[in-house]
């Protein structure tokens, strides 16, 4: 079946500006997950749902950075008045629930703010 | 919090075997052991997870002791497509606990002709 899909593949964007970044998880997982890796390091936690419960947000970096899932299905990150040090790939991930389930990855989106 | 530490990289050459290990001394009991790997500009995959003793798949092998305190990635007779970087992640086998969600900066392997 198909995978996790990500979109865009890239996005530039002036510093200042909002964006959005799109994930589809893999039909059926319930656990959803964002994470940002910048250039040459390891992946950073972001945001995490599971099914209808509250999402646990406790790795936002700030206010800036806000994310939407609807259901089990697709999800949203937004980041607003974007700064340069937001320059990374912003991955997703899903998996079938949280805890050991494997997650898989998508291609991620590979933000440059100028 | 269980934390992970790992070798920032390591170079093998085609055909050995090569073993990264992973420090989590803070493990707790419900934890499961878990190994992503990540080729440049694709998200990582994962490899093989285990609790205890030794897990072995098609692709590596995992050996845990039996304090749990740290755990070892084997690749067997690695090749040029093994180069990569290798997370280990520590994670709550509940799904209650958050240690799952940090890869950390991981080992680069490299493999050399």
């Known amino acids: 079946g198909a995978g996790v899909s990500q979109s865009p593949s890239n996005k530039v964007t002036e510093k200042g500006k909002d964006v959005e970044l799109r994930c589809d998880p893999i039909s059926g997982h319930t656990a959803l997950y964002w994470y940002r890796q910048r250039l040459g390091q390891g992946l950073e936690f972001l945001i995490y749902?599971?099914?209808?419960?509250?999402?646990?947000k406790s790795g936002l970096p700030s206010d800036r950075f806000s994310a939407e899932r609807t259901g089990e299905s697709v999800s949203t990150l937004t980041i607003q008045r974007t700064q340069q040090e937001d320059s990374a790939v912003y991955l997703c991930?899903?998996?079938?629930?949280?805890?050991?389930?494997?997650?898989?990855f998508g291609p991620g989106t590979r933000l440059t703010v100028l | 919090l269980a934390k992970t530490t790992q070798p920032i990289s390591m170079d093998s050459y085609e055909g050995q075997e090569v073993n990264i290990t992973c420090s989590h001394n803070n493990i707790a009991t419900n934890d499961y052991i878990t190994w992503y790997q990540q080729f440049p500009s694709q998200g990582p995959r994962f490899i093989i997870q285990?609790?205890?003793t030794k897990v072995t798949n098609e692709v590596a092998s995992l050996f845990i002791p039996a304090d749990r305190k740290s755990s070892t990635l084997s690749l067997p007779r690695v090749s040029l497509s093994d180069t990569a970087v290798y997370y280990c992640?520590?994670?709550?086998?509940?799904?209650?606990?958050?240690?799952?969600?940090?890869f950390g900066t991981g080992t680069r392997l490299t493999v050399i002709p």
């Open positions: 991930a899903s998996s079938l629930r949280r805890g050991r389930n494997e997650q898989f």
């Open positions: 749902f599971q099914g209808n419960s509250a999402p646990d």
């Open positions: 992640l520590v994670g709550d086998m509940s799904g209650t606990g958050a240690n799952n969600l940090f």
């Open positions: 285990g609790y205890k």
